[in-house]
């Protein structure tokens, strides 16, 4: 169903919400920067702008820092224990991009041997889109097949008109604002740039693409702002914190830019250079089966060298038609 209302009833209903619910939305910082964030008052809550939130939804599920066991061997029992907490309900708010984002994570922390904290913060948590009304400059989500507006997929979705909001529910499982007029209404076309993909399929050959290595290996900085914006990252490592007396373990964001990241015993490291550590990346942004870039252009936003993934498409793009 299709529902014609206006912000303040939005406003109203998001604020009934957070006495049942941690809710999470984008918010507008005093400088202007949108970020997602818990929400006290809906009257923090921006839903009036462009692109997307600087971090991701993956800050709320998969956290940076996550304590995996503790232990104290200082007294006369020893303890060692797993820290258990009950999951809060969720609802987060946010773009259909970092939507798609958040089913790749499931994909990746659900099959095989299921994360069980994973899954259980995602049992718990309810997804309401937020349409985009105009393309952010650094998007291009619709080359990955991400509609901007959500056609089918959704269960609430809500889209800025020039007259207020419509909202577009789908056996929600949720009480909706009490404001609403049902309406006929047809979304608008909207797209992003749509890039090629198909001149990223030999990205991993540095023989034929060695002139794009050396152009991103020299001007990135390994700040890493891009493995951790980027909202299907999920690489992690496993860390002891303390001493052999009292401590904890616990799991990190790793990157795959981080020359430690794959050294081994005695100091082998099977990617011996910076170039092959991106050619692994851009494979798994851009070329595997279930390649993990969605288009949401925080690379691109973060990276003071400006050699994000739509950068880096535009490159080989450019290289091709030479």
């Given at each position: 169903m299709n529902y014609q209302t206006d912000f303040d009833?939005?406003?109203?209903?998001?604020?009934?919400?957070?006495?049942?619910?941690?809710v999470i939305a984008p918010k507008k910082e005093t400088n202007g920067d949108i970020f997602y964030s818990v929400i006290e008052s809906s009257d923090e809550v921006c839903l009036d702008f462009s692109g997307t939130p600087i971090n991701t939804p993956k800050d709320f599920i998969y956290e940076n820092y996550k304590t995996l066991l503790r232990w104290d061997l200082a007294g006369d029992k020893a303890v060692i224990?797993?820290?258990e907490e009950e999951p809060k309900k969720r609802i987060i708010?946010?773009?259909n991009c970092d939507i798609k984002a958040i089913r790749l994570l499931d994909g990746w922390f659900e099959k095989d041997i299921a994360d069980e904290d994973y899954k259980k913060l995602r049992e718990n948590l309810i997804l309401v889109t937020i349409g985009c009304h105009t393309i952010g400059p650094f998007c291009f989500c619709s080359t990955f097949g991400v509609d901007p507006i959500e056609k089918e997929?959704?269960?609430?979705?809500?889209?800025?008109?020039e007259t207020g909001y419509i909202l577009q529910a789908k056996d929600p499982g949720l009480t909706l604002p009490q404001r609403l007029e049902a309406v006929s209404y047809r979304p608008k076309e909207l797209k992003t740039e749509i890039l090629d993909l198909g001149c990223s399929n030999n990205i991993a050959?540095?023989?034929?693409?060695a002139q794009i290595y050396d152009e991103i290996t020299k001007r990135c900085q390994l700040c890493d702002g891009c493995t951790f914006l980027?909202?299907?990252?999920t690489c992690y490592d496993i860390a002891d914190h303390g001493d052999e007396t009292k401590g904890e373990r616990v799991r990190l964001w790793d990157s795959c830019l981080f020359s430690s990241f794959t050294k081994m015993a005695k100091g082998y490291d099977p990617e011996p250079t910076f170039a092959h550590a991106w050619s692994r990346r851009l494979s798994c942004k851009l070329v595997m089966s279930d390649r993990s870039c969605i288009g949401c252009g925080r690379c691109d936003m973060t990276c003071p060298a400006g050699i994000g993934m739509k950068s880096i498409l535009m490159l080989t793009q450019h290289k091709e038609r030479k």
């Open positions: 009833s939005i406003l109203r209903w998001i604020g009934s919400l957070c006495r049942s619910y941690e224990e797993a820290p708010f946010l773009r997929n959704y269960t609430l979705q809500l889209i800025k008109t050959d540095f023989e034929q693409n980027c909202p299907t990252c």
